[in-house]
Nanobody, 115 residues
Framework: QVQLVESGGGLVQTGGSLRLSCVAT????????MGWYRQAPGKERELVAW???????NYANSVRGRFTIRRDNAKNSVSLQMTSLEPEDTAVYYC?????????WGQGTQVTVSS
């Protein structure tokens, strides 16, 4: 059974940094496209960044240049380094993986950016 567990969320001031991690178990991690999504109160869940099996990355316009997604296949993990955080980045951040037509979600980790 595929499980994704996120960690690293917390409270940070505007301009600060956080690093989120997501560890996958129960699967061949190196075969999954991995992504980070977020959902702010009252808003729909949105894509933040994703990284393919080959390491190609893409970012939402709102985070490009501030966030970096990386994967470590040896550790079955994907990370999201977030810098220059803004109050608008406050949300629950979710890790998502895709293997063919199957999708898996983590439980989410809260990120709060105070002004």
């Amino acid at each position: 059974q595929v499980q994704l567990v996120e960690s690293g969320g917390g409270l940070v001031q505007t301009g600060g940094s956080l690093r989120l991690s997501c560890v996958a178990t129960g699967t061949r991690f190196d075969m999954h496209t991995m992504g980070w999504y977020r959902q702010a109160p009252g808003k729909e869940r949105e894509l933040v960044a994703w990284i393919t099996i080959g390491g190609t990355t893409n970012y939402a316009n709102s985070v490009r240049g501030r966030f970096t997604i990386r994967r470590d296949n040896a550790k079955n993990s994907v990370s999201l380094q977030m810098t220059s955080l803004e109050p608008e980045d406050t949300a629950v951040y979710y890790c998502k993986s895709r293997l063919g037509s199957e999708y898996y979600w983590g439980q989410g980790t809260q990120v709060t950016v105070s002004s």
